[in-house]
């Protein structure tokens, strides 16, 4: 059973930064890709960003593209979301997801994560 582990949300205002932070643990387990994922209130869950861990790609949502950046960190399974420039909008759950391997829908769909951690909020306020 792999675990995920989120750190780091809070409340900011608008145009203030934060960082999450996800660590992947279990045992004999190997990741082909991580992201983060998000969930407003009465909203469907989005994906926000994703990075493949052989090579560092990554991939973001038109939303946050720009705004933020998503990085692997030195520890072996375990990567960071960097969020600048937060709006309300911004506002919501955020998700640590991690995939065994690659497959047809990529790392920017919910169904093609297998593990997912449970949650971190992130709240703007004007």
């Known amino acids: 059973q792999v675990q995920l582990d989120e750190l780091g949300g809070g409340l900011v205002q608008a145009g203030d930064s934060l960082r999450l932070s996800c660590a992947a643990s279990?045992?004999?387990?190997?990741?082909?890709?991580m992201g983060w994922f998000r969930q407003a209130p009465g909203k469907d869950r989005e994906f926000v960003a994703a990075i493949r861990l052989r090579d560092a790609y990554t991939f973001y949502s038109d939303s946050v593209k720009g705004r933020f950046s998503i990085s692997k960190d030195n520890a072996k399974y375990t990567v960071s979301l960097q969020m600048n420039s937060l709006q309300p909008d911004d506002t919501a759950v955020y998700y640590c997801a991690a995939a065994r391997q690659p497959t047809g829908v990529g790392l920017t769909s919910p169904t093609g994560m297998n593990y997912w951690g449970k949650g971190t909020p992130v709240t703007v306020s004007t």
């Open positions: 279990g045992r004999n387990f190997f990741i082909y890709g």
